[in-house]
């Protein structure tokens, strides 16, 4: 089944506003929703950093979506207490959580004083943690000694359906090692030759069959000029490539990075519109490429708007075609 969602991101808006748009978001037709879960903004523009965790749990209680969010174990969090975490919002809100993993960003992860690591040893304790989440959920008790460390760890309160558990990737590259593993792939919008590349990756590595959702970078308002300028003023630091993004520390350094970038830039990242009917276009695009979920972030401060005009216009519109 098709399902819309809407993007929660809590380094643009207080928790507390985040769940009255999630409630909206449903009114209007919105199937599902999934959070970001950073310590950091991607910018001080934004300013906000809600912990996922504690908001997870009360807008599944607050609505009936499914919700999904992206999280990086190995570092900030231990993989035991992200499996435990999981596992608590699988028991409560059955089959109506899932996790993405990926290998995070030193802009969150830094914060402990660790050393941040290369990507080839971010890649193998990912797998490291996948594998002893995966064991925790089916009640085993786990010992492990590698990037990471586990002792003894054992989950008292399983749920009876185990969460999805999806790999994060951007490029063609990871996406094709995350088909080798995850229940299903997470990626982001880009341009329609480079997204169908990272669709073929994760198929060629072992993802044929499997979901595959996709958050959607967009900006809509009542003008395009309106639309350009809240990608430009809150997604203008987000707009480089991957490797660049994982190594930056602190928002301070995504603004310098920021100012480099022009209105023009913004755009081959993000697709601007106030047109309802070009934005179906894009998604249904996106449909006909093979994904089940299509996760909308509006990634300017005009979410009201944005959520009722979709729910009319287009959510009813999307269907996949053969």
Known sequence: ???????????????????????????????????????????????????????????????????????????????????????????????????????????????????????ADRNARLKECVDIMRALWAGETVSHKGLVTVEEAKLYTCPDVKPLLFGAAVTSKTAEWVGSWADGLLTISQPKEKLQEVVDAFRRGGGEGKPMHLKVQLSYAATKEAAQQGAYDQWRSNIFPNAMLTELRTPDQF????????LQEVDKMVRISADVQQHMAWLQDDLNMGFEQLILHNVNLEHEQFIADFGQHVLPSLQPKS
């Open 255 to 262: 603004d310098m990075a920021g100012e480099m970038v022009n």
């Open 1 to 119: 089944m098709i399902k819309i969602g809407y993007h929660a991101s809590h380094e643009q808006f207080k928790p507390s506003v985040l769940l009255d748009y999630v409630k909206r978001a449903e009114q209007a037709g919105f199937t599902a929703s999934s959070s970001s879960d950073h310590f950091n903004p991607w910018s001080n523009r934004q300013g906000e950093s809600g912990f996922a965790w504690s908001w997870l749990g009360a807008a599944l209680q607050a609505t009936s979506l499914s919700f999904g969010v992206v999280n990086a174990p190995g570092q900030r969090y231990h993989p035991a207490i992200i499996a435990q975490a999981a596992a608590t919002l699988a028991e409560m809100f059955p089959e109506r959580f899932w996790i993405a993993v990926g290998t995070g960003q030193s802009l969150n992860e830094h914060i402990t004083g660790d050393k941040w690591p290369s990507k």
